[in-house]
């Protein structure tokens, strides 16, 4: 298909589909799209790319008469377009085969896979490739804050790619990081997670055993040593030569010292000192990830370290949103019990004894359907206050967090849980929002409430 052709994307405003849209009308391609709910920012996001978007799936959208049909995986049969476009017999595709056909193919794609840190790693190895005058395309799941998009179009041979787990579409349940072929692979992690599409840990495992296999054996698989999960999934077979991070003989990360700053060795030799104010001990292993992958495609490790020393972050990743009252206010995706705990395990090192108050939204599908409740209790132990939102959630919140007493506070009233975390702050502390979602818009109430507090 030539570039001046028509693409409609059906699920244009999520995130994936969106930068799709994003590189698709970069490349030359008439691009419209529909979605069921069009708001900001993505909908800002589009419009600015001249991309036409329709509210909702109605089966008037076949006048539109497009080339080919992309869909995303929010899509389902009884979708009304969906049926309309299977009765008329018209060209569909999923996202990331059309990514994969018209975007990746020729060109050396970097794919970072793992349950946690994706979006993170993925934004380092963007902009170390950046800094080092490569100009990569990138498909992000995320906004990083050293650039203004999640998804860019270059003429590059390199390309990055945060490398989803999830399946691909209704009609293809593979998942999605089988399309992109990469020839570097990072495996940052493996957990058990989407309790919506996988039955246990050996299910993904199972695809990431797919995804091993299709790395050819003049690639690179950049692999977390510290991960038994992905040990296993590689003894089932890898053909690639493996650098792996986290362990003596391979990428290591020194103590970070108070500054945050820490020194990083490959096989024992030292290779230089990442200076940045980013927390975390799983933000040290995230940089080894990337070096060895930039390493992989002729950046040495001591310009790669220099990069990550100008990196920003990634947006809504320990984003400071405000400060109000002398209360910090920090949004972060944080939505499994392990990105919780690394995270406020981070924060804890960054703050000392300054009290934390955790806000948690359980939003997402695993989450919801309670399937790791009970390790949430443990994640929030760095936590001095809990704060959760039940608000349509399919087990008792009061009786999870139980154990922590007169720590926690459990509300399915958004306004409440607010007046309670406003009524709790003092100058000084902390206020750790988690959450997948929007969280009704909690950050700015919180910010606006505790500046009137502090002005009363």
């Known amino acids: 298909m030539a570039p001046s052709q028509h693409l409609h994307i059906l699920g244009i405003c999520g995130t994936f589909m969106g930068g799709i849209a994003a590189i698709a009308s970069a490349a030359g391609y008439r691009v419209t799209g529909c979605d069921a709910n069009v708001y900001p920012p993505m909908s800002e996001q589009l419009a600015a790319l001249g991309i036409e978007l329709i509210e909702g799936f109605g089966a008037e959208q076949l006048r539109l008469k497009p080339d080919l049909w992309v869909v995303g995986n929010v899509v389902t049969r009884g979708n009304p377009l969906m049926e309309a476009i299977l009765d008329r017999g018209d060209r569909y595709v999923s996202g990331p085969q059309w990514l994969a056909d018209h975007v990746l193919h020729g060109r050396h794609v970097l794919a970072v896979a793992g349950t ?20 990569p395309g990138f498909l992000i799941g995320g906004v990083p804050m050293d650039f203004p998009v999640s998804a860019r179009h270059t003429d590059s041979a ?18 999605k990081f089988v399309h992109y072929r990469p020839r570097t692979a990072i495996l940052n992690n493996l957990e058990f997670d989407h309790a919506d599409i996988f039955d246990d840990l050996a299910a993904i495992e199972r695809q990431f055993t797919h995804f091993v296999r299709i790395v050819p054996k003049s690639g690179l698989l950049v692999v977390n040593g ?37 020194e990083v060795a490959w096989q024992g030799a030292a290779q230089g000192r990442v200076r940045w104010q980013i927390l975390g001990a799983h933000n040290r292993m995230n940089a080894l990830a990337a070096l060895s992958a930039a390493r992989h495609v002729g ?5 790669g370290i220099d990069a990550l020393s100008h990196f920003s972050g990634v947006r809504r990743r320990m984003q400071v949103r405000g400060r109000a009252g002398g209360v910090t206010v ?79 506070r459990c509300a399915d009233d ?26 009704g818009g909690i950050h700015a109430k919180l910010l606006a409430r505790l500046q009137k507090a502090a002005a009363a």
Do not use: C
């Not at 840190?117 to 080092?132: F, H, N, P, Y």
């Not at 053909?239 to 020194?254: H, K, L, Q, S, V």
């Not at 958004?414 to 997948?436: F, Q």
């Open 158 to 175: 390199l390309f990055v790619i945060e490398a989803d787990e999830y399946d691909t579409a209704f009609f293809d349940k593979r998942s």
């Open 330 to 408: 920090y949004d972060d995706f944080a939505h499994h019990p392990t990105a919780i705990q690394t995270t406020l395990d981070g924060l804890r090192q960054g703050v000392g004894s300054a009290r934390i108050l955790a806000v948690l939204e359980p939003r997402s599908n695993t989450m919801k359907r309670g399937v790791m409740k009970d390790a949430l209790p443990t994640s929030l132990a760095q936590a001095d206050r809990v704060y959760v939102y039940t608000s349509n959630l399919g087990w008792d919140a009061g009786t999870v967090f139980a154990g922590l007493g007169a720590r926690a």
């Open 116 to 135: 946690h840190g994706k979006t993170t790693v993925s934004a380092m190895l963007a902009w170390i490739l950046e800094r080092a005058g490569r100009s």
């Open 299 to 303: 950046v040495p490790a001591p310009q």
């Open 226 to 262: 510290q991960d038994l999960a992905l040990e296993r999934v590689l003894t089932k077979g890898a053909w690639t030569p493996m650098e792996r991070f986290g362990i003596g003989g391979g990428w290591e990360a020194g103590a970070a010292t108070s500054d945050g700053s820490f």
């Open 414 to 439: 958004l306004e409440a849980l607010i007046s309670a975390i406003v009524a709790e702050a003092r100058a000084g502390d902390h206020v750790l929002v988690m959450s997948n979602g929007g969280f």
